[in-house]
């Protein structure tokens, strides 16, 4: 039924845009030139490389590879709105590898052809195109079947000034392998959205259908879904009362066709997506005890923009990314997450690099305690789409999250054939699942759900300035009947008492109503600045909140107090410190401290000096387990000298120190040099040390580059880079010759 639908409003979405289409190209507009340009690109690497472990068993590998692309692109107007792109993408990677006296080859040949037919004016806008990507891999001498990734696709935009804006997005993406064995499947999409904005009023509706078939396991998928929100923002009363109102309803449908074999996919849609964002003062978080917030850039349906989360080299200690979920029903169920990401070069990491990647998954149903569910290693990409697929027994929880590490230079396997050393790899996507076989879903389901979001803000007095802040949140879903609402009413306060005092107090009442019952809480928060000189500035800051739950109570109350100086031009102070007393629902008690003390030194443009200490301690008692204490202490000094704009060195020196550990100490130094940036031919030559007491890690890198501009469009690319690495396991050593030659037209 699905499916007729479909079809049926596709037919007429066809006719309209035919029309549209048609209609535009008679205006008159101003035609764009033709275009034709492509490039060329070798590049050719030379690694060897040699280890020894602990036990003195060596080994010793060398290699090289060649990859070869060709690009061709032709880019031509036929009317004045009309426009056709045309191209062709030929690429080889080939490899030959010797490895402690057994020799390996292994070839990948890709070849893209696609072509577009665009049309564009300020009101509407239309394309429809096609692209092939095909596969071939080889390796050993045998040759795997080809795959192929096949995409249609048609969009469509409409923005009339004073009336609702339209996008249509319709694609089909059929993939398969050469003999149809291992993979035949099929996926169709259209998403048409539709907004339109009156005054404060913002409208919008998105129609989703998505229809999945995988004929090898006879299995058909198909879900349909419409979502409809409406937002409302307003100040009134000479601006003493705001009011924000959204509301959300979205029902999805699902049809399932199945013979019995396979899993079925149902995508969890989250109520917001979570990140602890780790920096200078929180590189150590601990994933059992981290608190994550909102993050929507992580579940905003963009899967090639980066959210901002880099899992890239990074050497020293290697602060652990959290990012995940909030579900809001505690009892969502799930098992799978789709991990998108992209690097900064554009390239596809490549699988060799992927596999040294550690994925931790976490749940929670208080987004304060964290317990694991898997960890997950050796994980490569979809070999069409750049994302890691983590996989995991089922859990029913509220929070879900994935912890990794960016990974340190030492892991990033050296001279892998036109993928640099060093690279940034940003998430950009998370999804969810629930994969269940396809024989125990229901032939036809549908799932209801709305949220209703409601702020308002009335200022009452002006001097002390004294504010109501009043907000209601309820959301549901059907058929599982889960309800939540919570209503908070809080007072605040802001007053400046002279020039360099001023302050903010506010209270809040807190009521939800859950499934497993009422959940009531007080929460109160006060803070004091004060800047009695321009360079000086002191804040104190007192939060706490006490919470009552299934007949149970439990608190936290927290002090801190942050300070900054500039003693003298080039001279900065910094130091903070506080305390946090919390107790649970179950007896235990909590009590934690930290501090941080950091000076910054400038005695001139072209030196810097930074030197930071931080402590932490925490000690847990009561709930019937033996009293726990755990303290870090962490000190770091760093120094930067650029002499020269083409001449860059760097030092740091840092002491990590945790309870019932012994000391880690780490060093890192580093030269870049850079003498002729502006020439035709351009040299770079940069060096890194790094040590770790830990393990008696230590690693140097040698590169030596050079860059020559042989025309305005063609460059050639060399560079040398020698690695040593030795711990208490081993040592190992590589050093790698690449050139890159590029020209295009």
């Given at each position: ?9 596709a037919?007429?979405?066809?006719k ?8 535009s ?16 690109e ?25 990859t070869?692309?060709y ?5 031509k107007?036929?009317l004045?709105?009309?426009s ?36 564009g ?18 390796t050993?001498?045998?040759s ?6 096949e ?5 469509l ?25 291992l ?26 259908y998505?229809?999945?078939k ?31 109102s ?5 029902e ?13 996919d149902q995508q ?7 990140a ?32 901002g ?16 979920f ?13 991990l ?7 390239q ?5 690099i ?11 149903q ?9 960890t ?28 990794a ?86 007072l605040?306060a802001?007053h ?19 499934p497993?019952g ?7 928060s ?9 360079t ?6 007192y ?13 936290a ?10 003693l ?12 946090s ?21 400038k ?9 930071n ?23 770091d ?34 030269i ?7 020439g ?10 790094n ?36 711990s ?18």
């Open positions: 039924m699905h499916g007729t639908m479909f079809k049926a409003a037919l007429r979405l066809a309209a845009w035919l029309v549209c289409l048609f209609g190209l008679l205006q008159p507009q101003r035609a764009s030139a033709d275009l034709l340009n492509g490039y060329l070798w590049d050719y690497s030379h690694l060897q490389s040699q280890t020894r472990d602990a036990t003195g068993t060596s080994g010793a590998q060398k290699g090289d590879g060649l070869q692309k690009s061709l692109m032709l880019n107007s036929f004045p709105l009309l056709l792109r045309a191209g062709y993408l030929w690429e080889s990677d080939r490899n030959w590898l010797t490895a402690n006296g057994s020799e390996a080859r292994s070839s990948i040949t890709t070849s893209l052809p696609s072509v577009d037919l665009l049309m004016s300020p009101m509407l806008n239309a394309s429809l195109g096609y692209s092939k990507r095909k596969e071939s891999d080889s050993a001498g045998t795997l079947p080809d795959r192929y990734n995409e249609y696709h048609a969009s935009g409409w923005r009339p000034e004073g009336l609702p804006a339209v996008s249509l997005l319709l694609t089909r993406i059929n993939t398969f392998d050469g003999l149809r064995q993979e035949d499947s099929s996926n169709d999409r259209a998403t048409l959205g539709i907004t339109y904005n009156v005054k404060n009023l913002d409208l919008k509706y998105l129609f989703n998505n229809d999945q995988d004929r090898l396991l006879g299995l058909d998928v198909s879900q349909l879904s419409h979502t409809g929100t409406a937002s409302y923002s307003g100040q009134f009363f000479d601006e003493r009362v705001s009011l924000y959204t509301y959300n309803v979205s999805q449908g699902t049809a399932t066709s199945s013979s019995g074999r396979g899993m079925v969890l849609l989250p109520f917001s997506g979570l602890a964002l780790t920096g200078p003062g929180q590189q150590y978080v601990v994933p059992e005890t981290a608190t994550l917030g909102s993050y929507p850039l992580l579940v905003d349906g963009n899967l090639d923009k980066s959210a989360i880099d899992l890239g080299p990074q050497p020293g200690p290697q602060a652990k990314r959290n990012f995940g909030d579900f809001q029903n505690p009892q969502t169920t799930v098992n799978r997450v789709l998108w990401v992209a690097t900064s070069n554009g596809r990491l490549p699988d060799a992927a596999r040294q990647y550690t994925w931790t998954v976490y749940q929670s208080d987004n304060l305690a964290w317990a694991p569910v898997s997950v290693t050796g994980l490569t990409l979809d070999p069409f789409q750049n994302r890691f697929e983590i996989k995991f027994a089922p859990v029913a929880t509220r929070y879900l999250k994935v912890v590490a960016p990974l340190d230079p030492a892991q990033v396997p050296p001279g892998i054939i036109g993928f640099p050393p060093s690279f940034n790899l940003f998430v950009t996507e998370i999804q969810a699942f629930d994969e269940v076989p396809a024989a125990s879903v229901q032939k036809n389901s549908t799932v209801l759900s709305q949220m209703l979001n409601t702020d308002v803000k009335v200022r009452l007095t002006d001097s002390p300035a004294l504010y109501y802040d009043g907000s209601f949140f309820l959301t549901s879903s059907l058929p599982n009947g889960f309800t939540k609402w919570t209503v908070s009413n809080a605040m802001e400046r008492f002279n020039d360099w005092i001023s302050g903010s107090a506010r209270g809040a009442r807190e009521d939800s109503e859950e497993k009422h959940r009531g809480a007080f929460v109160y006060a803070l004091l600045r004060m800047a009695p000189l321009p000086l500035s002191d804040t104190i800051t939060s706490g909140r006490r919470e009552s739950f299934q007949g149970k109570t439990s608190g109350d927290s002090l801190f107090i942050s300070n900054t100086a500039e003298y031009q080039g001279v900065n102070l910094n130091a903070s410190g506080g305390l007393l919390s107790s649970t629902d179950s007896g235990a008690r909590i009590r934690a401290y930290n501090a941080l003390f950091g000076v910054n030194l005695p001139r443009g072209d030196l810097s000096l930074n030197a200490y931080s402590w932490n301690s925490s000690l847990a008692t009561g709930a019937g387990i033996s009293d726990t204490s755990i303290s870090t202490q962490r000190e000094i760093g120094v930067t000298y650029r002499p020269f704009t083409t001449l860059y060195l760097t030092s740091s020196f840092s002491l990590l120190q945790q309870s019932g550990k012994a000391g880690t100490t780490f060093q890192n130094y580093g870049n040099w850079s003498p002729f940036p502006d035709t031919l351009q040299f770079n030559f940069a060096y890194s040390e040590l770790a007491s830990l393990n008696q890690q230590k690693s140097k890198m040698l590169t030596p580059g050079l860059t020559w501009k042989i025309t305005p469009r063609t460059t050639l690319d060399a560079s040398y880079q020698r690695l040593n690495t030795s208490s396991s081993g040592t190992e050593s590589s050093q790698t010759i690449s050139a890159v030659l590029r020209s295009s037209f």
